[in-house]
């Protein structure tokens, strides 16, 4: 089993910062990929960005540029830093896993709330 959880989230204004982490623990040699995923009220969920035990970094087209996951496989830890953050931002951001074997991400975590208004 592994268990993520996630802190960081809050109340920005529009163009400002937020750092998001994410701690993984249990059977941590069973992660392929973390990755960060949200959902806005009425929205499917949608992967924001991605990174893979092998250093591999995929981001979603409306971040690229803003966004920058880190992942530190010695800490089990995964960060993603919100740079230039607009209103269409806000939502429920989520930790994920996907383990060897698995072909989707399977493994959440509770979730943060981020609010990007002025």
């Known amino acids: 089993q592994v268990q993520l959880v996630e802190s960081g989230g809050g109340l920005v204004q529009p163009g400002g910062s937020l750092r998001l982490s994410c701690a993984a623990s249990?059977?941590?040699?069973?992660?392929?990929?973390m990755g960060w995923f949200r959902q806005a009220p009425g929205k499917q969920r949608e992967l924001v960005a991605s990174a893979s035990s092998g250093g591999f970094t995929n981001y979603a087209d409306s971040v690229k540029g803003r966004f920058t996951i880190s992942r530190d496989n010695a800490k089990n830890t995964v960060d993603l830093q919100m740079n230039s953050l607009k209103p269409e931002d806000t939502a429920v951001y989520y930790c994920?896993?996907?383990?060897?074997?698995?072909?989707?991400?399977?493994?959440w975590g509770q979730g943060t709330q981020v609010t990007v208004s002025s």
């Open positions: 249990g059977s941590i040699v069973s992660i392929y990929a």
């Open positions: 994920s896993a996907k383990r060897v074997g698995y072909l989707n991400y399977d493994v």
